[in-house]
């Protein structure tokens, strides 16, 4: 798949898009124009692959009484997403920092906002019955011309896909209520 170059597509919008089951890949699309993919390995676990026309990342979650993300290309550290209980702080070589934080309480959209508080990116996730298909992202008419904005919305879309998939392991044990739950194990008898 041939990838195109960030500069040269539209920066106002993106989606996502889920391309196959095993392994899970994700491509980011800009209108018809494919500017990046990310996929995790046939095995599972947290290490995924990001790539762009001009870039190439792995990204993997680590700690666990201090949760954080980080994005590497080859040994250097390209950013770090710090996961707190109230917030979550994505910081970046040469001191620039953003929040990463959920759009509301009752939304399932999440937000990618500047220390001052400008909306830097807009993500929501779109599911098929309980399973995460594709998301839309929103840029800021202020954050269309960032240098990060692709490592911003990569390392975003990596962070929601994995708490999708925990959030789905978790409702394997516990029974899914609605429209899509299996008849009780009750009804089976």
Do not use: C
């Not at 040269?8 to 996502?16: C, E, G, I, L, N």
């Not at 209108?31 to 990342?57: C, H, I, N, Q």
């Not at 710090?82 to 040469?94: A, E, F, R």
């Not at 620039?96 to 909306?119: D, I, N």
């Amino acid at each position: 798949m041939t990838l195109t170059p960030i500069s040269s597509v539209d920066r106002s919008a993106f989606r996502w898009l889920r391309n196959g089951e095993r392994p899970i890949a994700f491509s980011l699309l800009s209108g018809e124009s494919t500017v990046g993919s990310l996929e995790w390995g046939p095995k599972g676990g947290s290490l995924a692959t990001a790539r762009s026309a001009s870039d190439e990342w792995t990204l993997k979650r680590g700690g666990f009484l201090n949760p954080h993300i980080t994005v590497r290309a080859g040994e250097v550290v390209r950013a770090r997403l710090s996961i707190h209980l109230n917030y979550h702080q994505i910081d970046l070589p040469g001191g620039r920092s953003y929040f990463f934080h959920r759009a509301g309480v009752l939304v399932p959209a999440w937000q990618v906002t500047s220390m001052t508080g400008k909306e830097v990116l807009h993500l929501e996730p779109a599911r098929e019955g309980r399973h995460l298909r594709a998301g839309a992202v929103v840029v800021g008419p202020e954050a269309t011309e960032l240098p990060e904005l692709l490592l911003l919305t990569v390392l975003s879309w990596y962070f929601i896909v994995l708490a999708w998939f925990e959030d789905e392991a978790v409702e394997t044990l516990v029974p899914f209520e609605g429209p899509d739950s299996p008849a009780p194990l009750s009804s089976l008898r």
